[in-house]
């Protein structure tokens, strides 16, 4: 039995979602979202909140209820307060700047990396004097979006496992291997 498919969403009076054909779209202050989800679930919209429910017990519909909710949840997370993933850039000389929707890094290579954001992606760069630590904050509605800029980033410079130079998510801990001298 789906735990989390089970658990009502609950809506905001500012936020309308319709459910149309196996599709579901959610609108709110934030912007528009839709996602398509298996058209063997019914979902139930009353008294400001939303229940999914499934037919039957079967493995497929399970695993789709449990999915449908959360994309569903996202989805309304996302209008009314948006997602976000913060990085850091560690590193002399390692820095970012913003101009417009353009993010430019200087990451060590011969050539700054330039990267767009997409449409409803916004980026924001703040630099630390004191610690030398430039964050990096990727910022909107759609969650996949947001992860998937966030990725991006990242992958221009992965953290180095000997010195810890590169650009990381916040939280992320990086393990740091002794050096060849290390067991002299």
Request: proline share 4%; net charge positive.
């Amino acid at each position: 039995m789906s735990r989390i498919g089970l658990k009502p969403i609950n809506v905001p009076g500012n936020v309308t979602v319709e459910v149309l054909d196996g599709t579901v779209s959610v609108k709110g202050p934030k912007g528009d979202l839709s996602a398509i989800i298996a058209k063997t679930l019914e979902v139930k919209q009353e008294d400001g909140t939303l229940t999914i429910e499934r037919p039957d017990n079967i493995r497929y519909h399970r695993s789709q209820h449990g999915l449908a909710r959360t994309l569903i949840a996202n989805m309304v997370q996302g209008v009314t307060s948006g997602h976000s993933k913060t990085l850091q850039i560690h590193g002399v000389g390692y820095r970012a700047r913003i101009a417009g929707k353009l993010l430019t890094l200087s990451l060590g290579f011969s050539h700054e990396i330039n990267i767009t954001a997409p449409e409803g992606i916004d980026i924001d760069v703040k630099a630390d004097e004191k610690t030398r630590v430039t964050t990096i904050v990727v910022a909107g509605a759609d969650k996949a979006k947001v992860g998937q800029v966030a990725a991006d980033i990242r992958k221009t410079r992965k953290p180095d496992p000997y010195k810890g130079k590169g650009v990381r998510y916040l939280d992320e801990v990086v393990r740091l291997r002794p050096g060849k001298r290390a067991g002299v």
